[in-house]
Structure formats: structure tokens, C-alpha cells
């Protein structure tokens, strides 16, 4: 059955430095699509960055960039020149092959909680 | 452009009791998921509706329903409720299926919390 698996309950980073946040993932399917959400206390989700698992490059968005390693079933997120406003929990995702039915799902991490210290 | 809504944005039930929640996509998009997002945990997938039709379900008990209506718009519905649902219920929406891939975009979720 499909996985993601994030191991750091919290972390902390100073502000301006670059922390990374550790995502694995089990999947059989030979395609999926990676994701990462960002999530403040106000509770909504706010997407960050996808990888495709067909993808050749790492994906960048901005400061986000994903630290893909396909062989390693890993999908890092790496957040650089790190800001107060970065303070959240950060939820790595995998989007399921399409079902019998036709449809996708998503199936997410248990998150990791980042606090960016001034 | 207004982004996913949905409402209340709090609600407070008794356990046995029913809920209906509600979510508006985003204009043009056609297809909205539900999630359940319990405290400290990441959210659970419960449904997803594209073009009106139930295209996937989550490992949920059939006290939760849900159903889109023709403008997309979307509820969830929760019977006999339990003191295990209080949560936070996540909408998300989306274009369409098929695409190369299927970026969702969430609502700010709706905390229900039973007592």
C-alpha cells in the first residue's frame, strides 16, 4: 500500500539559513506525482512545490525546491533563506495512480512542524 | 479571484447528533475532495466528486455522505456523529481529472468539534 513517511515531528531553523524537511514514500505504482504543503495555524493548505515521478530535473519553486531521489523513494523539501513567515506545518503528499474508477487520491504524511527563529 | 470557501467556519455538535458542511471551488473548476484532518495528523481522504459523480472514496464508515450539486459547489454530511469526527474538514478543488497533474487547492476547512 502506498506511504509517506515524514520523521521530523519539529524542527528549527534561523532565519536566512536553509533547513531541509525529510520526506519518504512506498509506492509500487511506476506513477505518481509528490507534493508539499504548507500549513500556518489558520489551517489551510497552501500548496509549495510537485515532482512528478517521471520528472527528470528536481523541481524549484521560488525559495522551495524538492530534493527528488527516485531510487531512494525520497522527495526532500528544501526551503532556502528561511523567513518568519515560513513558521508552519509542512506536509509531504503523494497523489495515488488513477483507480479503477478513474479517479486519483491523495494520501498524506503525518507533517513537520518548522519554527524559524528570529 | 475568490479562492475555496467553506462553512461555517466552526461548528460545535453532540455526539448522535448530524452535520452538513459546505464548499464553494473555485470558479471553473469541476471537481471538489473532502478531507479530515484530525489534531496532529495529516489529512485523511474521504471523497471526491468530479462532474456531479462520486469518483473516489476513503476508508470511511457510510455515516459520512456527500454530494455535488450542478454549479460544483459540494456538502459533506455526517450522521451520528462521534466524538472521534471532531476534526478539521478540509475541501480542496480542482480543474479537472486527467491532467498531467492534479494540483488541488484547499479551503480554509471547517472545525467541527462534538461533544
Known amino acids: 500500500a502506498q506511504k509517506i513517511t515524514q520523521t521530523q515531528p519539529g524542527m528549527f531553523v534561523q532565519e536566512k539559513e536553509a533547513v531541509t524537511l525529510d520526506c519518504t514514500y512506498d509506492?509500487?505504482?511506476?506513477?505518481?506525482?509528490l507534493f508539499w504543503y504548507k500549513q500556518p495555524s489558520s489551517g489551510e493548505m497552501i500548496f509549495l512545490i510537485y515532482q512528478g515521478s517521471y520528472d527528470q530535473q528536481n523541481a524549484t519553486e521560488g525559495r522551495y525546491s524538492l530534493n527528488f531521489q527516485k531510487a531512494r523513494k525520497s522527495a526532500n523539501l528544501v526551503i532556502s533563506a528561511s523567513q518568519l513567515g515560513d513558521s508552519a506545518m509542512y506536509f509531504c503528499a503523494m497523489r495515488e495512480a488513477r483507480t479503477t474508477s478513474g479517479t486519483y487520491k491523495y494520501i498524506f504524511g503525518t507533517g513537520t512542524r518548522l519554527k524559524v527563529l528570529a | 479571484d475568490a479562492g475555496v470557501t467553506q462553512s461555517p467556519t466552526h461548528l460545535i455538535k453532540t455526539r448522535g447528533q448530524q452535520v452538513t458542511l459546505r464548499c464553494s471551488p473555485i470558479s471553473g473548476h469541476k471537481s471538489v475532495s473532502w478531507y479530515q484532518q484530525v489534531l496532529g495528523q495529516g489529512p485523511q481522504f474521504i471523497f471526491q466528486?468530479?462532474?456531479?459523480?462520486?469518483?473516489g472514496r476513503g476508508n470511511f464508515p457510510d455515516r459520512f455522505s456527500a454530494r455535488q450539486f450542478p454549479n460544483y459547489s459540494s456538502e459533506l454530511n455526517v450522521n451520528a456523529l462521534l466524538l472521534g469526527d471532531s476534526a478539521l474538514y478540509l475541501c480542496?478543488?480542482?480543474?479537472?481529472?486527467?491532467?498531467?497533474?492534479?494540483?488541488?487547492?484547499f479551503g480554509p476547512g471547517t472545525r467541527l468539534t462534538v461533544l
Open positions: 466528486y468530479y462532474e456531479k459523480e462520486e469518483r
Open positions: 509506492t509500487s505504482d511506476p506513477s505518481y506525482g
Open positions: 480542496a478543488s480542482s480543474l479537472r481529472e486527467g491532467v498531467k497533474y492534479n494540483e488541488q487547492f
